[in-house]
C-alpha cells in the first residue's frame, strides 16, 4: 500500500507520518512538495532497522539535490526507492547495507555515484545506470551478490554496457561485472586494454577468464574474492598488475603468462603464499631478478 503525504512546509514530514502512523506500518510513502535536510533524517530513521517504512517515493518532491553520505545506511525495512529529477549526486554510502532493497530508480539527471552507494545491497537483483552519469565509484557495489545485470541508455557519453556488464563509453576499460551473474565463463572483448579496481570483486559464479591480447593494465583487486576462479591466462601485452589483483581467489592455484617481459607486479602475501606462476621459459630468469616476482616461491618456466 501507498500512502501520499503532500508536505504543507519544508521540514513538517515527521509531524504529518507520525500523527498516521499506524497506517504507514510496512506501507510505501509517496512525498509530494518541497522537502529539507530534516525530511531526510526522518526517513532513514523511518526506514532503519527498526523503521516501519518499507518504500519510498519522492518523484514528486523537490528541494534535494544529492542523496547525502550515509543517508540511508542500514535501511533495515526498505526494500523500493525512487528518487526525484534534481537528485544530481549519491554520496559515499547513501543506500550501503540496505539488505532488502531490490527495487531502485535513479533519475536520468544523476551525474555522479560515489564509492559504496549499494555496498551491501545484497538483495538488488538489477538496476539502469542514469543518462547523463558521468561519474561512477569503482566500490559502489560490492557485495551486491544478487546483482544480474547493469543496464545504461545508449546516450550515454561516459559509459557502455554489454551483456550487463559496464564499460567505458569506448569498451577500453571494464568497469563493472554484476557479482550475481551466473555465467561461469566470461570472455572479453577484444577492446578492453584495461581491467578495473574491483571489476570482478566477488563474483563467486565465475570458473574461468578469457583474456584477449591488449590487455596491458590490470587494477587493484579487480579478481578480489572470486572464491571459485580456477583459470586465468595473462597476454603478452600485460604490462601492469597492481596490488591485491588476485586476492582471495582461494580455488585460482596457478596463473599462467604469455609475456617475455615481466609485468610491473606488488604481489600481497596471500597470492605469495598460494599461487604456482608459470612464465616463458626463455625469461625465467629475468622474471626471478624482477621486483615482485622474484619473491614468488612457485615459479616455472613452460
Known sequence: ????????????LRKQVIERKKEFQNADLKVVGRMND????????????????????????????????????????????????SVKQLGWGAFCMCDKLTSISLTSDIEAIENFS?????????????????????????????????????????????NGVIFSKDFSKLIKYPAGKKDKTYVFPEKVKTI???????????????????????????????????????????????ANAFNKCESLHALTLSGIEPPVFTPDEFEMQHLNVYVPLMAIETYRQTDGWKNLKNLFGK
Do not use: W
Not at 49 to 66: E, T
Not at 218 to 225: P, V
Open 1 to 12: 500500500m501507498k500512502i501520499e503525504i503532500e508536505l504543507s512546509e519544508p521540514g513538517s
Open 38 to 85: 530534516g525530511d531526510m533524517k526522518f526517513i532513514k530513521q523511518a526506514t532503519g532497522r527498526n523503521g516501519f517504512i518499507k518504500g519510498i517515493d519522492l518523484s514528486y518532491a523537490s528541494g534535494i539535490y544529492a542523496i547525502d553520505r550515509n543517508s540511508f545506511e542500514e535501511g533495515g525495512v526498505l526494500n523500493s526507492a525512487k528518487l526525484n529529477s
Open 118 to 162: 549499494f555496498n551491501g545491497c545484497s538483495a538488488l537483483p538489477y538496476i539502469t545506470l542514469p543518462k547523463n552519469l558521468k561519474k561512477l565509484g569503482s566500490q559502489t557495489f560490492g557485495g551486491c551478490t544478487k546483482l544480474e545485470e547493469f543496464k545504461i541508455q545508449a546516450s550515454n557519453k561516459f559509459f557502455s554496457t554489454d
Open 196 to 242: 578495473g579496481d574491483y571489476a570482478f570483486f566477488m563474483c563467486d559464479n565465475l570458473k574461468n577468464i578469457v583474456l584477449p591480447e591488449g590487455i596491458t593494465s590490470i587494477n587493484e583487486f579487480a579478481f578480489g574474492s572470486c572464491t571459485t576462479l580456477q583459470t586465468i591466462e595473462l597476454p603478452s601485452t600485460l604490462k601492469e598488475i597492481k
